[in-house]
Structures are given as C-alpha cells and as structure tokens.
C-alpha cells in the first residue's frame, strides 16, 4: 500500500516556476515507478512525467520536455516535478500517481494522490 500526497501548487505568473513535491508512505514506494498527471477543466487527465523505480530513466509529454524536470529522493520517499517558463496552459490539478511496472499510461496507475492546483495568471 502507497499513500501519495502532492504540496506545492499555487498561483505563479507566466514564465515563472514552481516546485511540485509528491510525499509517498508506505514500504513498497522505492519499488513503485511514479508518475506526474494533470486535468485542466473540461478536459481529460494527460500524462506529463514518470520516473522509472530505479530513479534512473525519466520520460515526458512530448509538449512538455525541455520545461518540466521530474526526480525522486528515496531517502526522502518523495517525487519532485520541477516546472519552469510556466505558461497559462499549463493551468490543471496535477496528480502524483505510482505504479509497479515503468509506464506513461494513466490506466496502469493504482495509487493516486488527491492532487494540487496550479494556476498560472497571464
């Protein structure tokens, strides 16, 4: 069992940055690959990062690399998404997600946290 919870949203202006931290209980989470999903209004669910279990292979929403930086700290049982040169697009719930097999798929994601917002002004 892994209980995810995500801190670091908020309001930021467009071009500036902010640090998205997910905090993982549980024994299993250095075994578990973790991901970064976000849902804008009216919108569905989309994939933006994931980090396999080992830490050593990241992937990324094509739309997006270049900008977003995901990592974890085992010591700390926490998963980071770093995201600068924010734009108002990038406006969503963002959802930490984990998962027992290296994937982007949202569907092959069991455990989810309740999610932060982040809100970029133009």
């Known amino acids: 069992q892994v209980q995810l919870v995500e801190s670091g949203g908020g309001l930021v202006q467009t071009g500036g940055s902010l640090r998205l931290s997910c905090a993982a209980s549980?024994?299993?989470?250095?075994?578990?690959?973790m991901g970064w999903f976000r849902q804008a209004p009216g919108k569905e669910r989309e994939f933006v990062a994931a980090?396999?279990?080992?830490?050593?292979?990241?992937s990324y929403a094509v739309s997006l690399k270049g900008r977003f930086t995901i990592s974890r700290d085992f010591a700390k049982n926490t998963v980071y998404l770093q995201m600068n040169s924010l734009k108002p697009e990038d406006t969503a719930v963002y959802y930490c997600?984990?998962?027992?097999?290296?994937?982007?798929?949202?569907?092959?994601?069991?455990?989810w946290g309740p999610g932060t917002q982040v809100t970029v002004s133009s």
């Open positions: 997600a984990a998962t027992n097999t290296d994937t982007v798929v949202a569907a092959l994601y069991y455990y």
């Open positions: 980090i396999t279990w080992r830490g050593g292979s990241a």
């Open positions: 549980g024994r299993t989470f250095s075994s578990h690959a």
